[in-house]
């Protein structure tokens, strides 16, 4: 499969990337930003966090404001930033104009409902077709780490835990715990994967979470003054179901941290350090 580099800056004695590529997955072409840390140009097969952003995100948000490439250099960590859906003018949008479904809003998952099926299929793109590329172009390993915010927060850990053993690593920062329960989720779920609800548990980190054949730890962060924290994001239902299952949870509630990227910026070094321990394990 062919990479198109779109861009290139040195960072912190790395490199940030930009490739444009043809994904079979989604029918689409992509865009993914990847930070290469200096030890990628020693042959090391260096370690992947993949970070899935928020709803209205593409692979240019994270880069460029959580500040995660100084801390990436030392630990010699790899970052890969996906878009949040497919795109272009053949990916239909929200056809209600609206930024929480549709272009910018893939949700992680695979679709079953026309016409969203033919194209929205993030969940099997994040985990396995760009990792496979990734592996295949670039001096790393297949130790994987995955993290996200809101949206894509709730996504990495839906992708940790559908894929046992594909993952050493998983955190979030805010993210959506429990989408069945919410009206981010319930929109876009009963449009990506129709209104039988008792499917929707197989996208649902809360009822994943029941079944779950494997126990990595989850680092959650969250702002106590986060404007979505009560309508959408509900991270004690994310507490109540990993009690309830005995899933190891550090849930920290952040004093006076709002949904931006400010919060995910102030956070960021712990994160890459709970991935860089687990990954390094
Ligand atoms: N429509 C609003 C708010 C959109 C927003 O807050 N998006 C968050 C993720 S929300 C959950 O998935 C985000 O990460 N925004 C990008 C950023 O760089 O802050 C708007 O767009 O104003």
Redesign the pocket.
């Known amino acids: 499969m062919t990479l198109e580099n779109l861009s290139c800056q040195k960072s912190f004695g790395g490199w940030h990337k930009r490739y444009r590529h043809r994904s079979n997955v989604l029918g689409c072409d992509m865009v993914f930003a990847v930070y290469l840390p200096p030890q990628a140009e020693e042959g090391w097969h260096l370690p992947v966090l993949y970070w899935l952003?928020?709803?209205?995100?593409t692979d240019e948000?994270f880069m460029q404001?959580a500040g995660a490439q100084r801390l990436a250099a030392e630990l010699g960590i790899v970052i890969v930033a996906p878009d949040t859906s497919p795109r272009g003018a053949e990916v239909a949008g929200d056809p209600d104009g609206g930024?929480d479904f549709g272009l910018g809003a893939g949700f992680y998952l695979n679709a079953s409902e026309q016409p969203w099926s033919r194209h929205y299929r993030m969940h099997d793109y994040v985990v396995h077709e760009l990792p496979a590329l990734i592996e295949a172009n670039f001096p790393v390993s297949d130790r994987r780490g995955i993290s996200g915010?809101?949206?894509?927060g709730h996504g990495a850990l839906v992708c940790a835990l559908r894929n046992p053993g594909r993952y050493r690593s998983v955190s979030a920062f805010a993210p959506i715990s429990n989408p069945m329960e919410c009206p981010w989720g319930e929109k876009a779920f009963s449009r990506y994967l129709g209104e039988d609800r008792s499917r929707w548990r197989e996208w649902d980190a809360c009822a994943l979470l029941a079944t779950a054949s494997e126990r990595l730890p989850l680092l959650i962060d969250q702002g106590d003054r986060d404007d979505f924290l009560d309508t959408q994001l509900k991270p004690q239902a994310l507490q109540q179901a990993a009690q309830a299952a005995g899933h190891p949870l550090r849930l920290r509630l952040q004093p006076g941290y709002d949904?931006?990227?400010y919060f995910i910026a102030s956070f960021i070094d712990d994160h890459l350090r709970h991935h860089s321990e687990q990954l390094n394990d």
């Open positions: 952003s928020g709803l209205t995100c948000n404001k930024w915010h809101s949206m894509g949904h931006s990227y």
